[in-house]
C-alpha cells in the first residue's frame, strides 16, 4: 500500500511564497509521474504541475512562471515552490503520484493566499 502525506500548507500574504512537499511511502521501487493538484472552493479539482518521468514538466498556464515543481526520487518526494502567491491560489492543493501503473493521491494541504 502507497500513502502519500503533503506538508507545508498554511495562510500566506499575497507575493508570498510557499513550499508543499509530498512524501510517499510504502512499498515502492519507482514512482512514474508526480504532480500537484488544486480544488478551490466551488470549483472543480484542476491540474497545477505535473513532474513525469522522463523529467518533463508540465504547468497550468495560471501558474506559469510562478510555481516550480520538482522530485527527489531518492526521497519520493515532490516538492512545489510557489512564488509570486495571489488570492486566486487559495485552494487545497493535492498531490498525486502513479505508481506501478496506479494513482495514488494525498489527503490535500490547504493553501489560503489572504491580507
Known amino acids: 500500500q502507497v500513502q502519500l502525506v503533503e506538508s507545508g500548507g498554511g495562510l500566506v500574504q499575497p507575493g508570498g511564497s510557499l513550499r508543499l512537499s509530498c512524501a510517499a511511502s510504502g512499498s515502492i521501487r519507482s514512482i512514474n509521474a508526480m504532480g500537484w493538484h488544486r480544488q478551490a472552493p466551488g470549483k472543480e479539482r484542476e491540474l497545477v504541475a505535473v513532474?513525469?518521468?522522463?523529467?518533463?514538466?508540465i504547468y497550468a498556464d495560471s501558474v506559469k512562471g510562478r510555481f516550480t515543481i520538482s522530485r527527489d526520487n531518492a526521497k519520493n518526494t515532490v516538492y512545489l515552490q510557489m512564488n509570486s502567491l495571489k488570492p486566486e491560489d487559495t485552494a487545497i492543493y493535492f498531490c498525486i503520484m502513479n505508481v506501478y501503473g496506479v494513482d495514488y493521491w494525498g489527503r490535500g494541504t490547504l493553501i489560503t493566499v489572504s491580507s
Open positions: 513532474y513525469t518521468s522522463d523529467s518533463i514538466t
